[in-house]
């Protein structure tokens, strides 16, 4: 299994990205399928998540209105539109990718998913 992310970088606050994760090596239309974020001394959290079981979408309150998570199953690839940056934006930016378990509670958008990216820095200056 493996995801890639692309696209971060530096933007000032009221800015847009588009951070991009390709995948191989897993069935990607019948993974759950998300980004999640991590800021210095905070813990991983999710930002916004696809649920294969039921189609949903999964958006961290902190992000509704602003990122847009859509994937392209002939290409297995995941985006997220970032619109509106702010500072509190700030993070290391994770793709990744479940199988959903029997442990998991709802919503799924938690930082237990089995198959990670490196991570891509995304950086709003304000």
């Known amino acids: 299994v493996q995801l890639v992310e692309s696209g971060g970088g530096l933007v000032q606050a009221g800015g847009t990205l588009r951070l991009v994760c390709a995948t191989s090596g897993f069935a990607f239309g019948a993974y759950n399928i998300g980004w999640f974020r991590q800021a210095p001394g905070k813990e991983r959290e999710g930002v916004s998540c696809?649920?294969?079981?039921?189609?949903?979408?999964y958006y961290a309150d902190s992000v509704k209105g602003r990122f847009t998570i859509s994937s392209d199953n002939a290409r297995s690839t995941l985006y997220l539109q970032m619109n509106g940056l702010k500072p509190e934006d700030t993070a290391t930016y994770y793709c990744?990718?479940?199988?959903?378990?029997?442990?998991?509670?709802?919503?799924?958008?938690?930082?237990?998913?089995?198959?990670w990216g490196q991570g891509i820095q995304v950086t709003v200056s304000s």
């Open positions: 696809i649920n294969r079981r039921d189609g949903s979408t």
């Open positions: 990744a990718a479940s199988e959903e378990h029997s442990y998991w509670d709802n919503p799924h958008c938690k930082p237990w998913y089995d198959h």
